[in-house]
């Protein structure tokens, strides 16, 4: 095996471990905001800046395959597209930080008198995450369009929680500002899911060589 696949592996493994983290973030925040969790907030917390420092890493290690290994094109294109897939996680992190934030801001607050369902959204990012990173590692073009198709079913979750909260702001007025949070924290994980489809987009081109953003987008709107 060449010496940059040698160091490639080790980036490929601290990109699977900083995506292990984000869906473990999603989880614990969507967690936090859904059962008043405290403790779970505070994890996502702690792991935001674990998140930032595997990013730091990849980062490095990018640099120094690029210094040391002078990799020809076709490696110098997966080096590029880990630093891509490493700026999506780390922002997907900060997705992840925004919504245990919300849920600590309602720790004190009453309950909602109808419950707004996260945990179903959150489970498809969570599983959209794992899956763009592993149809990365594997270059499997396959598995990222699976990626790409979950993201329609993300869409219409969110829009369905959008339409809930605003019947319950009609009917409750008292519970606007409860019910906002609830949304951004749909919002954010509808963002996230954007993240995860950036990295299998870019698998899809690493591998096909076709650039479907623009394909995607279109579908979408």
């Known amino acids: ?12 493994n601290t990109l699977m471990e900083m995506g292990s983290m984000v869906a473990q973030s999603i989880h614990r925040g969507v967690h936090a905001l859904v059962e008043r969790n405290a403790e779970s907030a505070y994890h996502v917390r702690r792991d935001e800046g674990r998140i930032d420092e595997c990013d730091i890493r990849v980062d490095s ?41 919300r849920a600590l801001s309602l720790m004190d607050s009453p309950e ?24 990365f590692v594997q270059r499997d073009a396959l598995i990222a369009r699976e990626v790409l198709a979950s993201d329609h079913g993300v869409d219409n979750m969110r ?25 951004v924290a749909a919002r954010s994980l509808e963002r996230i899911a954007d993240h995860a489809r950036n990295i299998a987009e870019g698998v899809i081109y690493l591998v096909e060589g076709v650039d479907v953003r623009h394909m995607t987008a279109a579908l979408s709107s």
């Open 1 to 12: 095996m060449r010496r940059f696949e040698v160091e490639f592996a080790a980036l490929n």
């Open 159 to 183: 829009a369905a929680i959008q339409d809930q909260v605003v019947r319950l702001m009609k009917s409750d007025p008292d519970s606007v500002e409860r019910a906002l949070d609830h949304l």
């Open 61 to 101: 290690m990018a640099a120094s395959l690029i210094a040391l290994e002078q990799p020809v094109a076709s490696d110098m294109r997966l080096v590029v597209a880990a630093i891509k897939i490493s700026t999506d996680l780390e922002r997907m992190g900060d997705l992840a930080l925004n919504i245990a934030t």
């Open 112 to 135: 909602l008198p109808v419950p707004i369902v996260l945990t179903d959204i959150a489970r498809l990012v969570e599983s959209m995450v794992l899956r763009s990173l592993e149809a």
